[in-house]
């Protein structure tokens, strides 16, 4: 049972997304915390990597009743704003606020299977709030599932372990310097990690983001699959690239190192798909 002191722990939350269904398998209400301490160059959620609220702008719903004379955006404050094209992205929550959010969605996850998936950013970053958070839901009868790198040092695996049903970890770049030099992300420190919560009994699918020019080269995929095979885990999903981030980069005003790539369609992912296959690891593309 949770101490008043767990239930006022707070996080910053971006969204709480309903009716998902590539994110732990049924039908999910997907809960996003705000902060990342990684930078991939691909991040379709650009609105969760800094820990801290952010305006973000519509300019398509902008009437401009406020120009300024150099020609920027109006420093109306988004309260102010009269089309909504400014929004606050974030906002603190306590567990037990977000619990009862997620909460309401229970009737569809026990008709289908699913539940609650915390993401972000990068949740492990507020590793305290996301234990206690699944641990609420998964006492209230609801599925647990949690996105993450795995690659930030863990202060309670047991706990955590004990909270999520299903870890959702993402292999990205095989080779520890490259992926350091790009993401920030050290698979060491993912891959010590892992081998922890899998010794405590916890299930694992790993995810693979293909993205054209970082992670779709057949070195790097047989290495991220040798390294799958080596931990033990035989499931993953296969994730091809998409432009669903390009807009909110635009709106939050951040450069985008993946501007104008093109799409990826779950064809263009089959050779990788088949690979991953002959090695003995099943595989599902977009995730379930």
Not at 43 to 56: K, M
Request: charged share 25%; aromatic share 6%.
């Amino acid at each position: 049972m949770c101490s008043e002191a767990d239930s006022a722990i707070t996080a910053i939350v971006t969204n709480v997304q309903r009716f998902s269904l590539h994110d732990g398998g049924g039908i999910r209400t997907v809960a996003f915390l705000k902060g990342c301490p990684f930078r991939c160059p691909w991040c379709c959620n650009p609105e969760n990597l800094s820990f801290l609220p952010e305006v973000s702008m519509n300019e398509r719903l902008c009437i401009r009743c406020s120009p300024r004379p150099d020609g920027r955006l109006c420093e109306r404050s988004p309260e102010e704003c009269p089309t909504g094209a400014k929004t606050i992205l974030g906002r603190e929550r306590t567990v037990d606020d977000l619990v009862d959010e997620v909460g309401r969605d229970r009737v569809f996850f026990e008709e289908s299977g699913g539940g609650v998936t915390l993401s972000g950013g990068e949740a492990l970053a507020r590793e305290a709030f996301a234990t206690e958070f699944l641990a609420r839901c998964k006492a209230a009868g609801m599925g647990t599932a949690l996105e993450t790198t795995l690659a930030l040092p863990l202060t309670d695996a047991g706990a955590l372990v004990e909270a999520t049903d299903v870890f959702l970890v993402d292999f990205k770049i095989a080779d520890r310097e490259r992926s350091r030099a790009l993401t920030g992300i050290d698979p060491d420190v993912r891959d010590a990690n892992l081998r922890t919560i899998l010794d405590l009994g916890a299930k694992v699918i790993g995810r693979m983001p293909i993205i054209p020019g970082y992670t779709d080269g057949r070195e790097n995929v047989a290495a991220c699959a040798a390294r799958l095979i080596e931990l033990g885990i035989r499931r993953v999903d296969v994730l091809p690239f998409h432009q669903l981030g390009e807009g909110k980069y635009d709106a939050l005003g951040h450069a985008y190192a993946c501007r104008g790539m093109r799409q990826l369609s779950e064809e263009d992912v089959v050779p990788i798909v088949d690979m991953l296959e002959r090695g003995g690891i099943s595989t599902v593309v977009s995730g379930e």
